[in-house]
């Protein structure tokens, strides 16, 4: 069959006009966020329906057509991108709340559900759906529970894994599977809802989600730290933590800082300069809280930890004051960072963090390094900027190398190479440097049971062999 009649016949399982085969759509759809890989899907099909991604499947096992799906293409690792004629699956049809139980605190999401979307629902019932980050105006729920994703308030919530009371998703053979029917407590054996968390697509679709929510936080307020230096931000963490239950603690960088302020729509948060910044957040709910938490910010001073800070007053301050950690992703994106997304216990971040500085220092020393990230989770984001001179492929390329070195240094830490962005296609290959041999073939040997002719998402997680 040529591959025009093999589309032809993909046309007839969906709704008119559903199948798009266009350069700008291939182009639009066949990419995230990442810079490296040229997309080339070879159609984009939207179901409406979960008998409809059925028979997508079915298709695709019966053509041995690759499907990658695709959600909001916010992520940073190469997973949801098409590069090799797959055929895309858009869930930007299926993006409807289906029901909500106030007694359960669940919301029946459909895979599309813009992350937002989801925030303000739950918002509206005077509740709250707490997994947040800076792409949730664009992300979907699909794609979240594809890559368990993480955000700014894990230290409280967790990751997007908490959150998943019940899926259904539509495995690589095209069988429909209903996993944990939303229950609290299930003894029956495998919890096979969480393998598809977090598997990239790569087991199967997720086509229906219920997610739990929480009750809404009280008062909300941050504070922003300056520290002499990177050690310094430890003993913050810890003397918070013993004082007050926090929802956020994250650090940037004074490089990160700069480009945020070099914008011109972001205040700055004191006048002193310091070389990190800490931000951290809790729940202000009586006076006595805001008190400790002042309390606890005089004793870091005194400590010599803390050279200045600033604790927001108002809705505007605590927006504002999250705008210097939220924006950096998207403002240092211009520069075409070359991206890492690496973990390690919360107790062994200093000593982590200094070793890999040394090897950045060493082989980076012409590129600009910005360091920000989930610090309280263990969870650091480097990101080294490419000089405007030099080619993307250029850069790739000797970033690359410098990776080997670092992902060493993870492995020697026992650390994650992706803590919360996924493996993807960007680090398939060390993945031997977080699993090992035994692990990995465990995994594949799971994806055979999914996914017998490898068409879901295949050449993510697993190089292709
Ligand atoms: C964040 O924490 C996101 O802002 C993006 O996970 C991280 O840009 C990055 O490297
Ligand atoms: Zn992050």
Same mark, same amino acid.
Request: net charge neutral; aromatic share 0%.
């Given at each position: 069959m040529t591959q025009s009649v093999v589309i032809d016949e993909l046309m007839t399982? /969906?709704?008119?006009?559903? /199948?798009l085969t266009d350069p700008a759509s291939l182009d639009a759809y066949g990419k995230d966020w990442t810079k490296h890989y040229p997309p080339a899907p070879s159609a984009i099909v939207f179901p409406k329906t979960i008998d409809q991604v059925q028979a997508i499947v079915r298709w695709a096992n019966r053509h041995k057509v690759a499907l990658v799906p695709s959600g909001g293409r916010t992520g940073l690792s190469g997973a949801a991108v098409a590069a090799h004629g797959e055929v895309v699956v858009a869930f930007d049809y299926m993006n409807q709340i289906l029901a909500f139980n106030e007694f359960d605190r669940t919301v029946v999401c459909q895979p599309g559900v813009v992350t937002r979307q989801l925030q303000q629902f739950a918002e509206d019932q005077g509740l709250y759906y707490p997994v947040d980050f800076a792409s949730s105006g664009s992300s979907q729920i699909g794609g979240n529970i594809g890559t368990n994703a993480g955000g700014i308030k894990v230290i409280r919530y967790g990751m997007t894994r908490n959150w998943v009371a019940g899926l259904k998703v539509v495995t690589g053979k095209g069988e429909l599977l209903e996993l944990n029917k939303d229950l609290i407590k299930n003894a029956t054996g495998y919890d096979l809802r969480q393998l598809f968390i977090g598997a990239e697509g790569t087991l199967g679709f997720v086509v229906e989600a219920t997610m739990r929510l929480d009750r809404a936080p009280r008062n909300l307020t941050a504070m922003v730290l300056g520290t002499p230096d990177f050690d310094a931000i430890m003993p913050v963490l810890h003397a918070f933590q013993g004082k007050l239950d926090l929802t956020a603690f994250e650090f940037f960088s004074d490089k990160g800082l700069a480009r945020i302020l070099a914008r011109g729509d972001v205040p700055a948060p004191f006048g002193t300069d310091c070389p990190f910044y800490a931000l951290l957040e809790f729940e202000a709910s009586t006076e006595e809280v805001a008190n400790e938490a002042l309390a606890t910010f005089e004793h870091c001073v005194e400590q010599g930890w803390v050279l200045d800070g600033v604790m927001s007053q108002s809705d505007t301050q605590l927006k504002n004051l999250w705008k210097l950690r939220e924006y950096l992703s998207e403002t240092i994106s211009h520069w075409t960072p070359y991206k890492n997304d690496i973990s390690v216990t919360v107790s062994k971040v200093p000593a982590f963090l200094r070793d890999i500085d040394a090897i950045v220092g060493e082989h980076y020393p012409d590129y600009e390094v910005v360091w920000y990230g989930h610090i309280g989770d263990g969870n650091l984001h480097l990101n080294i900027l490419k000089p405007d001179h030099m080619s993307k492929d250029d850069f790739f390329a000797s970033c690359a190398k410098v990776n080997k070195w670092v992902f060493e240094i993870v492995e020697r830490y026992s650390g994650s190479i992706s803590a919360e962005h996924g493996v993807g296609m960007t680090k398939r290959d060390y993945l031997g440097y977080s699993r090992s041999p035994e692990e990995i073939a465990c995994m594949k040997a799971i994806k055979a049971v999914f996914d017998p002719n490898g068409i879901m998402n295949p050449g993510k997680i697993f190089a292709p062999e």
């Open positions: 399982l /969906v709704d008119p006009g559903k /199948v």
